[in-house]
C-alpha cells in the first residue's frame, strides 16, 4: 500500500513559483509512475504532469510546457512538480497520484484512471 501526501502550496501572485511536494509512504512508490494533477473549480481533473519509475521520461500538458517541472528523489521518496510563472488560471487543488504495481506500474500514463494512489490535495491559488 502506499499514501501519498502532498505539500507546498499556497497562495501566490502572478509570476511567482511554487514547488509541490509529493512524499509516499511504502516500498513499491520507487518502481511507479506518478502523475501531478489538478482540479480548478467547476472544471474537470486535468493531467498537468506525469514521470516514470527512473525520473527519464516525463509527460506535461501542452498548455504547461517550459513553465512546469516534474522530477522524483526515489532516496527520499518523493516526486516535485516545479510551477514558474503562475498564472491565475493555474488556480486549482493540486494531487499527485501513483500506480500500483504491475507490469505497467513504472510508466506514465494519461488517465486518471490509470493511477491507484492518489493524496488529498494541496491548493495552489494564483492572485492576478
Known amino acids: 500500500q502506499v499514501q501519498l501526501v502532498e505539500s507546498g502550496g499556497g497562495l501566490v501572485q502572478a509570476g511567482d513559483s511554487l514547488t509541490l511536494s509529493c512524499a509516499a509512504s511504502?516500498?513499491?512508490?520507487?518502481?511507479?509512475?506518478v502523475g501531478w494533477f489538478r482540479r480548478a473549480p467547476g472544471q474537470e481533473r486535468e493531467l498537468v504532469a506525469a514521470?516514470?519509475?527512473?525520473?527519464?521520461?516525463?509527460y506535461y500538458a501542452d498548455s504547461l510546457k517550459g513553465r512546469f517541472t516534474i522530477s522524483r528523489d526515489n532516496a527520499k521518496n518523493t516526486v516535485y512538480l516545479q510551477m514558474n510563472s503562475l498564472k491565475p488560471e493555474d488556480t486549482a487543488l493540486y494531487y499527485c497520484a501513483a500506480r500500483a504495481p504491475g507490469p505497467s506500474a513504472g510508466n506514465w500514463a494519461k488517465g486518471p484512471n490509470e493511477y491507484d494512489y492518489w493524496g488529498q490535495g494541496t491548493q495552489v491559488t494564483v492572485s492576478s
Open positions: 511504502g516500498r513499491t512508490f520507487r518502481l511507479s509512475a
Open positions: 514521470i516514470d519509475w527512473r525520473g527519464l521520461s516525463t
